[in-house]
């Protein structure tokens, strides 16, 4: 007898969290999801979606970050699982193809975007004519260097590939580490390789005739050259790179147990984090002989909304996009994040990046090769570019690349 009681209080209670439920929907309250997938601004966006909630009661924004995330969205999209809203990079085949096939909301002269630089938009603008994204930030990658370091054993910045080589020789000299590599979190390689195939060679019209059946990357010597330079700088490198981490790399270099990080401005805030104190810059990476000097460019953090028939959402997301592309906000980001902003009238105030960041409004840059890619090659790339460093297999590397680069079979 005395059960009946129990069980009338319980269901009372899961029927007064079903009410309570309803009613919070009921009130206008509209839940988005926001899919962000670049690590080192997690923190900043909690305060930021703070802000936000705070002035919108109406909206609540819950940011969800996950490990290898290229491919957890991958796997989303394939199930038709649309983030409400989310972060990408218009340089990725996987957001082009993506993005052609309908999964992203059209942006193309939407008010949404009419804070962002135009010649910006311009340069992400798919073939169709349509623009899917809204960018926030820029980057650009290259050689973070231990200012102090530098400074104490007397140690000047190298202008071209031998004075770089060189400089390794001599820090490895005196017994101490010139760079540290995060091998171990495989899109660190790619992204060296995405590097070297515009700065070492014209990767683009190599690309395109990959892809045509023009060419074969096997047969490319210049390519050649680039994956032996890659395995040749290991030897400047911690033992056992492959079991350092992105995480665990710029911890050594932001604690002083490198004098170099070859990496992206994208690391500025984890470094900061790592070391509030630490003394460093940058310099680009110098090109072969033969080569000019140059820097690459992209969008570094770009806001994608899901192509959702759920109006309310839709209209929450491009709510919260417009928030954080205000010039106060978009500010209030470039200044944590360190990299140039997307976003008009918004100052650029990074000593750290500025020889870089310099050299890309000078135009000596060139952009983010990967959009060439065939679909699903950034993937491949970040794999393909992890073997090498395994192996030393220059000869599969090769091969590998005329997947990436979209060989017809």
């Known amino acids: 007898m005395r059960k009946i009681p129990v069980l009338l209080c319980l269901f009372l ?76 990079w218009p340089n990725n085949t996987d957001y082009i193809t993506a993005s052609l096939e309908g999964y992203f909301l059209d942006l193309t002269d939407s008010p949404v975007a009419e804070n962002a630089i135009q010649n910006i938009i311009e340069s992400i603008t798919l073939e169709n004519g349509k623009n899917y994204c809204v960018p926030v930030s820029i980057n650009t990658q290259g050689i973070f260097y231990n200012k102090a370091l530098f400074e104490e054993y007397g140690l000047e910045i190298p202008k071209t590939w031998d004075e770089f080589v060189a400089l390794c020789r001599e820090i490895k000299g005196m017994g101490k580490l010139p760079l540290i590599f995060p091998d171990g979190t495989a899109w660190t390689l790619s992204q060296q390789l995405r590097m070297l195939l515009a700065l070492d060679l014209d990767g683009y019209s190599l690309i395109r005739d990959v892809k045509a059946g023009k060419a074969d990357a096997r047969d490319n010597q210049d390519l050649r050259a680039m994956a032996e330079k890659l395995l040749f700088l290991r030897q400047f490198g911690q033992k056992n790179s492959l079991g350092t981490s992105y995480e665990q790399a710029t911890f050594e270099f932001a604690t002083g147990k490198s004098f170099m990080f070859w990496q992206g401005i994208w690391a500025i805030p984890s470094i900061n984090k790592a070391n509030p104190d630490l003394s460093y810059s940058m310099f680009p990476l110098p090109a072969k002989a033969g080569r000019e000097t140059r820097v690459e460019y992209g969008v570094d953090l770009g806001l994608v909304i ?48 500025a020889p870089l960041v310099d050299m890309v409004q000078q135009s000596k840059s060139f952009r983010n090769i990967r959009y060439l890619y065939a679909p699903g090659g950034n993937g491949r790339a970040d794999t393909g570019t992890q073997q090498l460093i395994l192996d030393s297999d220059v000869d599969a590397f090769l091969a590998e690349l005329n997947y990436i680069f979209g060989k017809p079979e």
């Open 13 to 88: 209670m899961l029927a007064s969290g079903l009410w309570a439920a309803g009613t919070a929907e009921d009130s206008g309250t509209v839940t988005i999801e926001f899919f962000q997938q670049k690590r080192e601004v997690v923190d900043l966006f909690d305060e930021l979606i703070a802000d936000f909630e705070a002035k919108n009661p109406g909206i609540k924004v819950e940011q969800v970050h996950v490990a290898d995330s290229g491919q957890v969205l991958m796997s989303r999209l394939a199930s038709n699982d649309v983030p409400d809203l989310l972060t990408h």
């Open 306 to 353: 899901g192509n959702k028939k759920d109006a309310a959402k839709v209209e929450a997301a491009k709510k919260f996009v417009s928030y954080i592309t205000s010039t106060e906000v978009a500010q209030r980001y470039a200044d944590v994040d360190g990299s140039p902003s997307a976003i008009q009238g918004v100052k650029f105030n990074s000593d750290i990046s």
